[in-house]
Structure formats: C-alpha cells, structure tokens
C-alpha cells in the first residue's frame, strides 16, 4: 500500500491575514495614461515616430523641391522677379538637392543595388524642372532675342534616353504638363493652342528620335563588343590548334567536341605559353643580340610554317610561309641547326624582302616523340654572324619553350582529369541519394551526360512473363541540346511517344544480348542504322555511337543503360570504363530504391485488399483538408460498411469473406478518381477521401458505388453471393471544420443507414433537411 502526503495546509488566520497585506491592485491616472499614448518611446508622437518622421522628411524633400520649384515656374517668379536673395536661395536649393539625389544613386550604384523607379523620378524631375528654370531666367535676363528653350529639350532627350522606359515616359508627361502650365500661365487664349501642340509634338519627337538614335548606336557598339569577343575566341582557339601541336598528337578525344570548361582550361593553356614564349624570346633577343627573335610552327599538314610569337615587331614578318623553301624550309627538311652570315639572299621571313647580315634557326622538336613542330630564328641586320656558342644558346631556349608549352598541357590534361573525376564521385553522390527507381534512372543518364558525349539515354528493366524474359524501356529521353535527326529536325528514333514503357520479348537485339551476356555491347563499330537495338520495330537514327551497358546488382542483371550520341567514336577508352562504373553502381541503386518502394508500400497499404492502411488514410486526410481550408474547397469522405458481414463469414466461410472484401476494395479504386483516396478503415469498413467535392457530387460517387456492388456476383467454393454496403457522407466544412467532427458526421450517416434498412447512402445534413421541410 502506497500512502500518498498532501501538502501542508495554510490555517484560515493566516490565508486572511496575507490577503490583507496583498497590495490592491489600481488603474493608472487618466493624465499617465495619455503621457503614455502620446509621449513615450512607441507613443503616438514618441521616439519612434519623431524618428520615422525625420527620415521620411529628409526622403522626400527633393520631391518637395521639385513640386515647390515647379509652382515658382507656374507663377512666373524666375521671370518676373529680381535677382535678390530669395531667388538665390531657391536656386540653391534646387541645386543641392540635384547634387544629394545624384550622389545618393551613384552610391546605390556602387553598392550593386537597382536602381528604383523613385531614385530615377527624383533626379530626372529635379534636373528637367532645372532646365525650366534656366531657361526662364535666361528670357527674363539675358540678351533680347535669344531663348535657350532648346535646353530643355536636349535635357528631356537626354533624360529620356538614359533612363529606363516607366521613367523616360514619365519624364516627358512631366515636361509636357509643364509646358501646359506655362502656356496658360501666360494667358494665351485659344488661338495659340496649335501653338502649344506644335511645341509638345516637336518635344516628344526630339526626345523620341534621341531615345531611337542612342539605342541604336548602344546596340551597334554592343554588336561590336560581341564581334570583337567572337573574334579573341576564334584567335585563341586556333593558338591552342597550334599549341597542341608541340605534345604528343596521339591523345583521346582530340576531335571531340570541347565542354565550356574544357575551352576556358585551353585558353588558360594558350595564355600561359604565350607569356612563356614571349619570355624566352626576350632572352634570345637581348642575349644574342638580335634585330629580330621569331618562332614559327608548322601547320596541321605539315606544309606552311606560321607566325607564333616574334621580338620586337611582328609587321616585319611573314604571317605565313611555305614549309619547304628558304632558309627555314632547311631546317624543317633537314631537322637541324642552321647558321648562315653575309647577305642572307635564302633568308624569307621579311615581308618587305629585306636581308638579315647573320641569320641563324633551329627545329623546335616535341618533349615526347621528337616530333618536328616548328623553327625559332634569330637575326642580325648588320653585325658580326652567330657562333656556336649562340647556337647553344638557342637550341637550349627552344627546348625550353616546348618544355613550358608540354608543361602548361600537363597542366591542363591534369585539371581536366580532377574535374572528370569530380563528376564522377558526384555521379556516385546523386546515385546514393535516390530513393525511387525513377529518380535512379534521371540520375544514371544525367551522370553519363557529365562523362561522355550523350544526345540520347534510356534505362531498360528486365521482367518475368510466363516463366520467360521480357524487356520494357522504363526511360527514355533526349538529353537537352541532344540528338536531332539528319536534318529534318526529328527525333533520333521513330515512335518516340510510344517509346518509353514499351515492352519486347527477349531477341537478338544488343538490349536482350547485353542482359544474356551481362557485358557491354556493342564491342566494335557498327552500322546503327541496320542494328537492333530494342526489337525489330523500333529504328534508331541520327546517331553514330551507340553504347548498351548491363545494370547489374551481384550476379543479376536488372536491366541495361542504353546511350546514344551523333559525335562517331564518343564511347571508347577511359570513358566506357568509367561509364560501366556508373552502370554497377546504378544497378545497385535499382535495387535499393525497389526494396524502399515495397518496404513503403507494405507500411501504407493493407495487405488483404491493396487500399492504403487506416494510418496512411489519417495523413492524407488531414492534407487534404489543410489544402481544403487554404483554398477554399470542398473536401467529402464516404465511409462504406459491408452489409450482414458477420453472416457472410459464419455461413460461407473466413476465405470467402476476404474474397468479397477484396472484390468491393477493387469496385472502390475503379470507382475513384486518381486524386481520391480509398482506405480500409477498420475490419469491414472502407473509406474514400474525395478532394475538391461537394456534397451533391460525393452522393453521385456513393450511390453508384452501392448500385455496382449490389449487382456484384461473387463466387466461392460455396456458391455465389451478393452482399450490399452502407454508406455514410460526409462534407468540409459543411458538416465540420475539423477532420473529428467530419468522421462523426460520416459516421453518424453510416449509423443511420444500418439501423434503417441498409442498402442506402445517408448524409445527415439531407437528412435533417427533409425532416425540417
């Protein structure tokens, strides 16, 4: 026995006691109150709002300069009025809030923040309502017979063309107002009005025309930028040609087409070994003395010899010469030094023909291979000729230019591998978080778009039928900037809407004897175009590299990775090594999201009739009637009870009881729409969420479910049965706010429909309402 202490209890003495000492509690003064509401820190003319107040002020005193301004124009004050200090200070003060507003945006500017519609209106106003002024003053007191009226006018056209459009058309009301204003500030009658029309359409075409020929000219100078862009592209790329030429020729890929990260490393590469070679060829020049140090390289086909880089000046130089003649077509058949003094007559390499006094070259040979690459001269145009120690020297500084140049592609060659390898363990990172099959299969193409050249992907899964294989193109898809077909502008296969869930038996196509042979297919080149790559009725085109790839989990082989590109030769090396890579690791990903997909559907569905379970049917219940009170919509819930149960299961069995509960659960989802929910709620019992319906439209869904299962023939092995349900209706927010209230409604209905006479679909709010009519 477990005895439990109550607290100590106060004796009545001393409760009234302490009552008495409690201070009694009083409300504050009418006069500290109103100290309160109107004078303290967040009152209402407090610390707060005097701050606020201060602020808004100084913000929008420049408007209040330019409206006060623009009232002294439509008096006349600038015109009629002396030049005293009032009009002074008006003038400064227009003055300096020009100067504030400008210097307040130019700080946004800097800051990196847009520009307001505010910011622009103050200072375009303050600056046209300036020129108003000046021009005012100017009539007033400057020589007869003058007028700087078309101040105003290159001040709106300028003002037009630099701001932004909301801005620039406000500016030009603005200036046409004040014209109006001025016209009738200066009593002209209706006789001047074509006057004053002639005037604001001559202003609005001068600012139009402005804002016309400036944009003009700032499209031409951005077309210009872009061309010059365009052009220091195309030079750079043709130097990295050429740069390439001074390592190994036997490289992957080189014909393929260059990633935008690949095309910035070989800028990269071409800039360095530029100020490489400039650097070496100064020190030629200096320390040999030389009028002019040039390097020339051989072209692609080995018959001219280019222009790379020269000291001091290049439009001296031949930009081009033939590979085989002169002075140099000696070093280049030859392959070795030469050193030639006197009047060099051999010696081509200047545009004008002149003749070096002393001419020496030697070959510029490839770190790897000793490939002839191109030639490095020195000359002299008067002095004593080159000896071999110059020689030496030369032939020591050409192999250190193609050192810097085959260091600078080691660079480069290195940099591309880490960002291949980068993908590739990002590749592995995407994988490992996708927890569906169909996030798997975006995953594997997305990575073998990053590694290779890809233009079309698709995922293949192997499936059982009558004991025997199957195959069904679980994705198909082009990938962005993809394959087209041979210029018709289609897609590189026919059928394309019916390509993706499309199932073919197992064939001699390369997908069927990749899974069979569980390796890569196909192992050589072959014509696309009479290949099978799925079955016989589908074709595809446009490609000229094909690649099916075996996804595998252990030993079994799920399905296949088919890849497609237009570029020949894209899937070969390195790269189908890495890709089978990522072909295992997506196998394995197949398999986990499948074992996720069934360990969720066994956690939110009912096993005996496929309908989601009563935890499930809670949870969508609830969002559904969240969705429901955001937006304003309907939400109704059917609660089914199956008629006489008990009697189904004495008299024909428990077996048959689950058979016909899994008969009405598939009467149900057939009768669902796809954004309904149906859920076994309890025992014989059904529910069915229906978002976005009303009371009418959710009766029309229960009756028509009674009608069919009441028609239903169910069959055991004790004979056939039919059996009838009840149905309970239910609607948020009609019968209920909350999702307690709606289930006793839906409840309550079914409860009605039992007790009197089965067989029938009840909403208690119908109810109700036939009995108070």
Same mark, same amino acid.
């Given at each position: ?13 001393? &409760? ?10 009083? =409300? ?11 004078? =303290?820190? =967040? ?8 701050? #606020? $107040? ?9 408007? +209040? ?36 507003? !400008? ?22 106003? $303050? ?103 365009? @052009? ?14 001074? !390592? /190994? ?65 290049? *439009? ?5 010469? /033939?590979?085989?003649?002169?002075? +140099? ?76 140049? &085959? ?7 290195? #940099? ?75 897609? /590189? ?22 899974? @069979? ?7 050589? /080149? ?12 589908? @074709? ?88 429901? *009170? ?53 025992? *014989? ?6 978002? *976005?319906?009303?009371?009418?439209? &959710? ?6 479910? #009674? ?55 009840? !909403? ?10």
């Amino acid at each position: 026995m477990t005895f439990i202490m109550a607290p100590p209890r106060e004796p009545a003495g001393r &409760a009234r006691e302490l009552k008495t000492r409690l201070p009694v509690r009083r =409300s504050r003064p009418w006069l500290v109150s109103s100290y309160a509401i109107l004078l =303290s820190e =967040s009152g209402l003319v407090g610390g707060v709002a005097r701050r #606020r $107040l201060r602020r808004l002020a100084v913000r929008a005193l420049p408007s +209040l300069v330019a409206v006060g301004i623009a009232a002294l124009l439509a008096l006349r004050v600038f015109a009629d009025a002396p030049v005293e200090p009032p009009l002074l200070a008006a003038l400064g003060g227009l003055a300096a809030a020009l100067g504030a507003v !400008a210097w307040r945006n130019a700080a946004a500017a800097r800051s990196g923040r847009p520009a307001r519609f505010r910011d622009g209106m103050e200072l375009g106003a $303050l600056a046209l309502v300036g020129s108003f002024v000046v021009a005012q003053l100017w009539e007033a007191h400057g020589p007869r017979g003058t007028s700087l009226a078309p101040l105003v006018d290159l001040t709106l056209a300028a003002l037009v063309a630099l701001m932004p459009r909301e801005v620039a058309a406000s500016l030009l009301a603005l200036a046409l107002a004040l014209h109006g204003l001025l016209f009738w500030r200066e009593g002209a009658g209706l006789a001047q009005l074509p006057r004053l029309v002639l005037r604001a359409a001559f202003t609005s075409l001068f600012a139009v025309l402005y804002y016309l020929a400036l944009g003009a000219r700032m499209a031409a100078g951005r077309r210009a930028e872009q061309a010059a862009v365009d @052009r220091r592209l195309r030079e750079l790329d043709e130097r990295a040609r050429e740069l390439r030429l001074l !390592a /190994p020729v036997s490289e992957a890929g080189e014909g393929e087409e260059r990633s935008e990260r690949a095309e910035r490393l070989a800028e990269a590469a071409v800039l360095e070994t530029d100020a490489a070679a400039e650097g070496l060829l100064e020190m030629a020049w200096l320390a040999l003395g030389a009028s002019q140090a040039a390097v020339y390289l051989l072209t692609a086909d080995d018959a001219e010899l280019r222009l790379w880089a020269c000291r001091p000046q290049s *439009e001296l130089l031949a930009q081009r010469l /033939p590979a085989g003649e002169g002075a +140099l077509g000696g070093v280049v058949k030859r392959q070795a030094p030469v050193r030639l003094h006197g009047e060099v007559k051999s010696a081509n390499h200047y545009q004008d023909g002149r003749r070096p006094r002393a001419f020496m070259a030697v070959p510029l040979k490839a770190r790897v291979g000793g490939h002839l690459r191109g030639v490095v001269l020195v000359d002299r145009l008067v002095g004593e000729p080159f000896g071999e120690r110059d020689e030496r020297t030369l032939l020591r500084l050409a192999g250190e230019l193609a050192r810097a140049a &085959a260091a600078e592609r080691l660079i480069r060659d290195s #940099r591309a591998r880490r960002d291949e390898q980068e993908r590739f363990y990002q590749a592995m990172e995407r994988l490992n978080r996708t927890t569906t099959p169909r996030e798997v299969f975006d995953a594997v193409i997305e990575a073998a778009a990053q590694m290779a050249s890809v233009d079309f992907g698709a995922v293949t899964l192997v499936e059982e039928a009558g004991g025997h294989p199957r195959h069904r193109v679980a994705r198909a898809t082009l990938v962005p900037g993809g394959a087209r077909g041979e210029g018709d502008g289609r897609s /590189p296969f026919e059928h394309w809407g019916s390509l993706e869930g499309k199932l073919f038996a197992d064939n001699g196509g390369l997908v069927a004897c990749a899974v @069979r042979l569980g390796s890569a297919l196909p192992g050589k /080149p072959l014509r696309l175009a009479d290949a099978v790559v799925f079955d016989e009725a589908t @074709r595809l085109r446009g490609l000229s590299s094909l690649k099916v790839l075996p996804l595998r989990a252990g030993d079994t082989v799920l399905g296949t990775l088919v890849l497609g590109a237009r570029a020949p030769g894209a899937y070969e090396g390195d790269v189908v090594r890495q890709l089978e890579v990522v072909a295992l690791q997506a196998g394995d990903s197949i398999l986990r999201a499948r074992l996720f997909e069934t360990t969720e559907r066994l956690a939110t569905t009912d096993g005996l009739t496929g309908l989601v379970n009563h935890r499930t049917l809670q949870a969508r219940l609830d969002e559904h009637l969240a969705a429901g *009170e955001r937006y304003g919509k309907k939400v109704s819930l059917l609660l089914l009870d199956i008629d006489h149960f008990k009697v189904v299961n004495d008299t024909y069995g428990h077996p048959t009881g689950d058979l016909v509960l899994r008969g009405i659960a598939r009467l149900l989802q057939t009768e669902a729409r796809t954004t309904d929910v149906a859920a076994r709620y309890g025992g *014989e019992e059904l529910a069915l969420v229906m978002p *976005e319906t009303d009371r009418a439209g &959710a009766m029309r869904t229960a009756e028509r479910i #009674r009608e069919k299962v009441a028609k239903a023939l169910f069959r055991s092995d004790q004979g056939e049965l039919k059996v009838t349900v009840s149905i309970g209706v239910a609607t948020f927010p009609d019968d209920g706010r909350k999702k307690t209230e709606l289930v006793e409604r839906a409840d309550g209905g079914l409860y009605h429909a039992k007790r009197h006479g089965r067989n029938q679909s009840v !909403a208690l709010a119908l109810l109700r309402g036939r009995k108070s009519g």
